[in-house]
């Protein structure tokens, strides 16, 4: 059995029967990874508060592991459960990344911290619903990547036992792990102690909606009728698909995904888009895409042959594939976010809103984004 698929059916859904849906696949002999490497888990944001922190942000935007399944399990402990089980059983080798934002400290630091960093992520680390975790996530071994919301973790790195990383690339070379908010014009735009002010107004902030999960056939030929039409229109008409997958789907066992790629595609190809300048620039325009010409471009000029780039910071679970200009695929995986909502897919084909709590699994030549929890039964 694939070592992708012994870990969904033998480790992950016997813990979330009915609650793994799939967000994306792409397996391809061109990303060329070793045989028999190590399962990679990619975990995105965060946003880890401290209970006090809640009581001053009411609008439910926050971390969303510690839901409980339907079982009355709590989420994000039952997934370390099962990484545990991976990681002890007999000839099994786990990596575990954490693309940034793990603490949310532009909403934890008050003006009574008076800038104290370490006073902030004591907080949040001691805290009864992330006690319990925090350690267990670093007994994995896991290497972090530090986010725009805890970017000063930089400044107590040498007193935490968990310091963090502006990016960092695999044990093997291939694959480049960045938070993402480099590419983020808006965030370059003004320092952190700005933003985290603009936070402060904003205590009633409600989660946002994020459409993730494979593509229908009918979807699908609609972007390309589309964009068949819209080159040979020309540019200078404000013409831009919409790119709006159909929601992750349930999965009962491995077998269901070869399925769902009878009738589905479970990434986007971005070569079929425009990736000039101003209004020739589809990524620009269409915020699936956001920033997929960023990141083509920093691999293009970067001296390393990556073919997998991995970040967080949008919260939105995406797998898009580009070419490298020597023909070889760059696989673009968004882990998405255990923070806001994403869609899940009901089996007669209605998309419906649930918390999102996402994660991104490589081995060999194959990457897959799973969704867990929030399915209705």
Same mark, same amino acid.
């Given at each position: ?5 012994d870990f969904l059916?033998n480790?992950?859904?016997?813990a979330f029967?009915g ?6 696949k792409?397996a +391809?002999?061109a &990303? *060329?990874?070793a045989e ?7 975990? =995105? !944001?965060?946003?880890w508060m ?5 009581t001053r942000y ?5 971390f ?5 399944l339907?079982d009355g399990t ?8 099962v990484l545990?089980r991976?990681t002890?059983?007999a000839g099994?080798v786990?990596?575990a990344y954490?693309?940034g ?10 003006a009574?911290?008076e ?10 680390r001691n805290?009864?619903?992330v006690?319990?975790?925090a350690?267990?996530?670093?007994a994995?071994?896991?290497?972090y990547i530090?986010g725009?919301? +805890?970017?000063? &973790? *930089?400044?107590?790195?040498a007193?935490?036992p968990?310091?963090a990383f =502006? !990016?960092?690339e695999s044990?093997?070379?291939?694959i480049?792990?960045?938070?993402g ?7 370059k735009?003004l320092p952190?102690?700005?933003k ?13 909606k994020?459409?993730i ?12 009728k589309?964009?068949?039409i819209?080159n040979k229109?020309?540019?200078?008409q404000g ?5 709006r997958p159909?929601?992750?789907i349930?999965?009962?066992?491995s077998g269901?995904?070869?399925?769902i ?5 479970t990434?986007l190809?971005?070569t079929?888009f425009?990736? *000039?300048?101003d ?10 895409r956001t920033?997929?010409?960023q990141?083509l471009?920093?691999e293009?000029n970067h001296?390393?042959?990556h073919c ?10 995406r ?5 490298l200009p020597?023909g070889?695929?760059?696989?673009i995986m968004?882990t ?11 089996p007669?084909?209605q998309?419906?809103r ?5 994660f991104?699994?490589q081995?060999e030549?194959?990457v897959?984004l799973?969704q867990?929890?929030g399915?209705?039964?």
């Amino acid at each position: 059995m694939p070592a992708q698929d012994d870990f969904l059916d033998n480790f992950l859904l016997p813990a979330f029967p009915g609650q793994v849906s799939l967000v994306g696949k792409y397996a +391809d002999p061109a &990303l *060329g990874f070793a045989e028999n490497g190590p399962l990679r888990v990619f975990f =995105p !944001d965060f946003h880890w508060m401290s209970a006090s922190c809640l009581t001053r942000y009411t609008g439910g935007y926050q971390f969303n592991g510690n839901r409980k399944l339907p079982d009355g399990t709590p989420l994000f402990a039952t997934f370390l459960d099962v990484l545990e089980r991976f990681t002890a059983a007999a000839g099994n080798v786990l990596e575990a990344y954490q693309l940034g934002d793990r603490y949310d400290l532009w909403r934890e630091l008050t003006a009574e911290d008076e800038g104290n960093v370490m006073a902030a992520y004591s907080r949040i680390r001691n805290d009864p619903g992330v006690s319990g975790l925090a350690p267990r996530v670093d007994a994995l071994g896991a290497k972090y990547i530090r986010g725009n919301h +805890d970017n000063w &973790l *930089g400044k107590i790195e040498a007193q935490i036992p968990d310091p963090a990383f =502006p !990016d960092l690339e695999s044990t093997d070379g291939k694959i480049f792990l960045t938070h993402g908010h480099r590419y983020d014009t808006v965030e370059k735009l003004l320092p952190d102690e700005v933003k985290m002010g603009g936070v402060w107004l904003c205590p009633k902030v409600k989660p946002g909606k994020h459409d993730i999960g494979p593509f229908s056939r009918s979807n699908m030929n609609g972007i390309k009728k589309f964009l068949a039409i819209r080159n040979k229109i020309g540019p200078h008409q404000g013409l831009y698909p919409t790119v709006r997958p159909d929601g992750a789907i349930p999965l009962a066992g491995s077998g269901d995904i070869a399925a769902i790629e009878q009738t589905r595609t479970t990434f986007l190809d971005l070569t079929q888009f425009w990736h *000039g300048t101003d209004d020739r620039n589809d990524f620009e325009h269409i915020s699936y895409r956001t920033f997929g010409d960023q990141i083509l471009k920093f691999e293009q000029n970067h001296g390393n042959d990556h073919c997998l780039h991995v970040i967080g910071h949008t919260h939105h679970a995406r797998l898009l594939v580009d070419r490298l200009p020597d023909g070889n695929p760059l696989v673009i995986m968004d882990t998405g976010g255990w923070i806001e909502d994403c869609t899940i897919r009901l089996p007669k084909g209605q998309a419906y809103r649930a918390p999102s709590a996402q994660f991104g699994v490589q081995c060999e030549n194959e990457v897959r984004l799973y969704q867990l929890g929030g399915v209705i039964s």
